[in-house]
Structure formats: C-alpha cells, structure tokens
C-alpha cells in the first residue's frame, strides 16, 4: 500500500505562492496541454486545481485524482467554478479510485516527478484509458547537458524531495511513457522562459501519448 500523502507546507507554498503568481507562460502550455481533450478524463495529481479553467467544452467530465489533503480541499472549491464538471476524489497514482477502460483521456501535468513509483502510475493511467485513449502530459524531466544532469541528481539526492513534495528532477519521463506501452503521437521539448537557467525543473515535455 502506498504511503499517505501530506505535505501541508508545500501544498500552502503551492496554492497561495507558486500558482497565484503563474506566469502567462505556464497558463499558455496549460492551455496547449488540454486543447482538443475531449470526453471523460482523468487527472492525476489535479493540486489546486490549476488546469481546471483549461478544459474545452469538448470535455463531458473530469474525475481529478488528489491525495493532499489541503490541496483537495482547493481543487474542490476551483471544481465549482470549471466550465466543465468536475469531480476531485481522493486516492494516488498507484492504485486510481477508478475502473479499468472508464476515460477518453488522462491528464499528467507536473505530477510524474512526484508520484513514487512512474511505471506504476503509467500502468494505472493505461488501465484506466479506453483502447485509443490519450494521455496528454506536461512535466518536466532529465537535462540533456551533462552539467544540468548531475546538478538534478545531486538535488534528487538531498534537499529538493523534501522540500518540494516528493518531486524529482532526474525523471526520464517521456521514455517512462513510451516504456508503459504508449504511443508518442505529438511531442515538444519546451525550456519556458519564465522559468530562472539555474533551476533544475527544466527541459520540459509536453505531448499527446495514445494508449494502442
Ligand atoms: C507540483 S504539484 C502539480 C499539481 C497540478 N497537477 C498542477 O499542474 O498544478 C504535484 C501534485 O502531485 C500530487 N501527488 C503527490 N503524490 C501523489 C501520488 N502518489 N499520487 C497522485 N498525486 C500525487 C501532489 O499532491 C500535487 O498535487
């Protein structure tokens, strides 16, 4: 069984610090993320509910995932106000609350670096997907220099899990995701502006995978 997840420092700093004052940027790729999604979707990891005012018309229903519990509390009050329903329930990657071939899509968006185990999460996602479902993911994963590479192992290794909810920087995401068996049908490696050279959340990766 996996652990409970309580961060109630980082899930504050989240909410009222980091997506307070999101950069248009990262509103833009949120944006870019869920264009086109339709039908019943999944979220994982949905915080305080930050792509909630993302979602297309197109979209009958989303069931968001979140295991925090003050960060559930705020996905539930944004959920009241989508232009789409929204339902937010507990429960964590590893074993989703929800039934096999039951979404249109599943939406992963800077929740792959914190969840404990990738493949396990993948393998929920796919389970949960309809044959031809998508998945729709924007994280950010391993750097492609040498230097930035070893800066993010060094940073997984000591202060940066603890400090920011579980998340790690050294992810080789995007191959975690054609390794559970999706299809890689658009991808961009994206290094936002917004986002200060030092730190060690970026390249990124935005895309569209299709379970087979
Ligand atoms: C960096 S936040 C991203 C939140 C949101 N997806 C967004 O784009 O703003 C990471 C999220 O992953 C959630 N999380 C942590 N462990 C998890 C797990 N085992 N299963 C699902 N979500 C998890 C955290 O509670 C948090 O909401």
Not at 11 to 40: I, K, Q
Not at 42 to 63: D, K, M, R
Not at 89 to 108: F, I
Request: neutral net charge; hydrophobic residues 45%; glycine residues 6%.
């Amino acid at each position: 069984m996996s652990a409970p997840v309580h961060h109630p420092l980082f899930a504050r700093f989240y909410t009222h610090v980091l997506e307070r004052n999101e950069p248009a940027e990262l509103r833009a790729m949120r944006e870019e993320l869920l264009d086109g999604v339709s039908g019943r979707v999944i979220e994982l990891g949905a915080g305080s509910g930050a792509n909630f005012p993302h979602y297309p018309p197109s979209v009958t229903e989303v069931v968001a995932v979140e295991p925090e519990a003050y960060l559930r509390e705020q996905a539930q009050a944004a959920g009241a106000h989508a232009p789409v329903p929204v339902t937010v329930l507990d429960g964590v990657a590893d074993a989703l609350p929800l039934e096999d071939a039951s979404c249109d899509a599943a939406v992963a968006c800077l929740v792959l670096c914190t969840v404990p185990d990738q493949a396990r999460a993948l393998a929920e996602l796919r389970r949960v997907l309809k044959p031809g479902g998508e998945l729709r993911y924007l994280e950010h994963v391993r750097a492609g220099t040498p230097r930035m590479a070893r800066a993010q192992r060094f940073v997984d290794r000591t202060f940066w899990p603890r400090a920011f909810g579980g998340c790690h920087t050294a992810r080789a995401t995007v191959a975690a995701i054609e390794a559970a068996g999706f299809a890689l049908e658009r991808h961009r490696d994206l290094r936002p502006e917004s986002l200060p050279s030092f730190l060690p959340v970026a390249p990124q990766a935005i895309g569209l995978a299709r379970r087979p």
